[in-house]
């Protein structure tokens, strides 16, 4: 993991002292919300509905157990006793004072934590597949690199007043778990004749205008990566639109100008800046590598492992759903589900956290990490261990068996918390998990992603659902609109709307009837939503939400 | 025709503990909806909305909302300011757990 150096911390140090200046003249009076809001929003600090709220980045979503205690008591000092993470990587807390932030920022400091540029119109915090460094299918561990990007985006002189924020996201696999098609810059990793090097995707993104990212790059060395990244922002900076925050996006800039001429643009600047790094981003880029270096695995013997699996059916469910497939085939990595059904999707107690970094340090060599998907991540646990680790995990009420299925919901705080929301989230992902849990019917339905948010933003990532939920306010009235075949992956495509939203009283129904007729329509026992929704086109799917039309037309 | 002009109160954000916060008629900030002020005429509206954003060392984001009344007291007509002056649904916390 990476470890800061003395210029790290001092460079903190100061930015919190500054913060703390500038939050007492607020309080005093001699700053106006006006002149303070874009200081606090570089700080991470929002206000929301019913009380301040405070996002810290957990960059490339990887945390060691000290850190997620630190988290733990910030919740409990300053906060309800709980923290919210989040789709991009960060936890926010939800109910902070202005007067004890600055405090807050002091302990998330002695953790090497921060919540600079989790907000405003800056370069945002480094997302990364979350099973980075552990997955099978990876090329390269793709967080040397996002570290390397959070170093040169932090406090970048030309990159804190872009036309509109800027999300940079990277995975180190083909096969992609962060999303990297809906972010401004996505980067995936693949090799070229045994070399690694990256796929550059420009201008995805979701709110009211979904798009897929191109592809400006079809291959870019690695050690290309920082001066094609500066040359892309800083075109950007000079062409995005400045006149219309809806327009502001880079998706915009790249659809506006046409991707050839953006590619032009960006390959004349590239060839200025490539020179000019003159080497020190490798060097800085080797250093890094060497701190991210895997942990000393030990031998485990599989063998408890399995006679659990044989014998344990409630541990066999929980393995099959939550546990992925390691690079050492005595590891595996572990997912935490923090979608117990009913619960917040995303939220974590106190003590859970405590007990997930307690667990962390006892069984997976002291690593954690978050999901984009809202749930927490233990990278390398030996397989011996599985067994006890989840005994652990249950009795905390953290041994939920659903990644994966309809209940893992990933939803947006919406109206229950959030100023911009048209209507709630929370608890449509709850009646929706309830509902589902109920039915007993989550394993024999599969891979089914659901994401709700509660506006237009599309924070709850409702476009690349595989059944995407938007909130909206009809005339003063919750309602809710349902999209279709929405994929984040490798395969990405946004969401088709259904047809005319539902009320909150129907929307759980409507849901349920969608994936029982699922059920119907099938090949196979394996094809799963999208694979069906792709193969059948969405008229059968229509057919099953309005069966009113249907009988209209008859 | 211009629109009639229907009820309100001025509402904002508590700057210190960024909860909701409503103005009474004698100036003060209260934290329950029923003690606002209900302003029935324009011009006093817009007035009361300026001073009380000039209040700045008090508040953040002071706005006018919709209230219909019930009872001689106001109450919200959106839901927005039905969860605002109640909390979230999810949890038992804010204004809720306050009384
Ligand atoms: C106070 C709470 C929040 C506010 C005010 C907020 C605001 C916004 C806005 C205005 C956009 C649209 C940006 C655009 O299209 O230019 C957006 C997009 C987005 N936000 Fe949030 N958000 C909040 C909470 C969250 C949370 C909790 C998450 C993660 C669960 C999140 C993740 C995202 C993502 C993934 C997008 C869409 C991707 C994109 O930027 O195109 N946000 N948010
Ligand atoms: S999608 Fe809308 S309601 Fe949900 S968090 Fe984003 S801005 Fe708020």
Redesign the pocket.
């Known amino acids: 993991m990476y470890r800061y150096n003395e210029f790290d911390t001092a460079f903190l140090a100061e930015r919190n002292r500054q913060f703390r200046a500038q939050v007492e003249r607020r309080i005093d009076g001699s700053l106006t919300e006006d002149e303070f809001k874009p200081l606090r929003l570089m700080n991470g600090v929002?206000l929301?509905l019913h009380a301040y709220?405070l996002r810290v980045a957990i960059p490339y979503g990887t945390l060691n157990s000290a850190q997620m205690r630190q988290l733990a008591l910030l919740a409990e000092k300053w906060d309800k006793g709980y923290g919210?993470f989040?789709?991009?990587q960060n936890i926010?807390y939800n109910w902070p004072k202005l007067n004890d932030i600055p405090d807050m920022l002091d302990a998330l400091a002695e953790v090497n934590l921060h919540a600079i540029q989790t907000s405003g119109n800056t370069i945002r915090n480094v997302t990364a597949d979350h099973f980075a460094g552990a997955a099978a299918d990876e090329i390269e561990d793709p967080r040397p690199v996002a570290e390397l990007i959070r170093q040169w985006s932090t406090d970048h002189p030309e990159f804190q007043f872009l036309p509109?924020?800027f999300?940079i996201a990277v995975t180190g696999s083909p096969n992609d778990r962060a999303v990297v098609k809906?972010h401004d810059i996505g980067l995936r990793m693949i090799e070229r004749d045994g070399n690694p090097g990256f796929e550059v995707i420009v201008g995805g993104?979701?709110?009211?205008t979904p798009m897929i990212g191109k592809v400006v790059r079809d291959f870019l060395p690695k050690a290309d990566l920082l001066p094609y990244l500066e040359a892309i922002v800083s075109v950007y900076n000079l062409l995005g639109r400045r006149d219309n925050k809806y327009k502001?996006?880079i998706k915009i800039t790249v659809h506006e100008n046409g991707l050839e001429k953006i590619q032009e643009l960006v390959e004349a600047r590239f060839a200025v800046l490539r020179d000019q790094f003159g080497g020190v981003d490798q060097a800085m880029l080797a250093d890094l590598e060497a701190q991210f270096a895997p942990p000393q695995f030990r031998d485990a013997d599989t063998g408890a492992f399995e006679a659990a699996y044989t014998n344990d059916p409630v541990f066999r469910s929980w393995v099959d759903t939550n546990i992925a497939t390691h690079r050492r085939a005595d590891h595996a990595i572990v997912s935490i589900s923090l979608k117990a059904h009913g619960a917040t999707p995303?939220d974590a107690s106190a003590d859970q956290m405590r007990l997930m970094a307690d667990l962390a340090q006892e069984f997976a060599y002291d690593e954690l990490r978050i999901s984009h998907e809202?749930n927490v991540v233990l990278p390398h646990v030996a397989k011996d261990a599985l067994p006890q680790l989840f005994q652990a995990l249950k009795a905390a009420g953290l041994g939920t068996a659903n990644i994966g299925l309809a209940s893992d919901i990933i939803a947006?705080?919406g109206m229950d918390?959030?100023?911009?929301a048209t209507a709630r989230s929370i608890p449509i992902a709850q009646e929706i998990a309830t509902r589902f849990e109920e039915l007993k019917l989550e394993h024999e339905v599969g891979d089914l992603k659901i994401k709700i948010s509660g506006c237009i933003?599309?924070?709850?990532?409702h476009h690349v659902g595989h059944i995407g939920i938007l909130g909206l306010d009809r005339a003063g009235v919750e309602n809710y609109q349902i999209t279709l075949g929405g994929d984040g992956t490798e395969t990405a495509s946004i969401g088709e709307r259904a047809g005319p939203g539902f009320s909150a009283d129907d929307i759980v129904p409507a849901i349920e009837r969608l994936v029982l007729g699922y059920l119907d329509l099938r090949a196979t026992a394996d094809e799963t939503f999208l694979q069906a929704y792709r193969r059948l086109g969405a008229a059968p799917f229509k057919a099953i939400l309005y069966p009113e039309a249907r009988e209209k037309a008859a | 025709m211009p629109r009639e002009f229907t009820p309100k109160v001025v509402t904002a954000n508590a700057l210190i503990e960024g909860d909701v916060i409503y103005l009474t008629e004698d100036d003060r900030w209260s934290r329950a909806l029923e003690e606002a002020e209900v302003l029935t005429d324009e011009a006093h509206a817009e007035l009361r909305l300026l001073d009380a954003s000039a209040r700045q060392s008090e508040i953040v984001g002071a706005y006018l909302a919709d209230v219909k009344l019930a009872g001689g007291t106001a109450a919200p007509t959106h839901f927005r300011e039905d969860f605002r002056r109640t909390g979230p649904s999810n949890y038992f916390h804010g204004k809720q757990a306050e009384s």
Request: charged letters at 20%; one cysteine or more; hydrophobic letters at 25%.
């Open positions: 929002y929301q709220m919210h989040t789709t991009r926010q509109r924020k999300k809906a993104g979701l709110g009211r502001a996006r995303g809202q947006c705080p918390y959030c100023a911009l933003n599309a924070c709850g990532h």
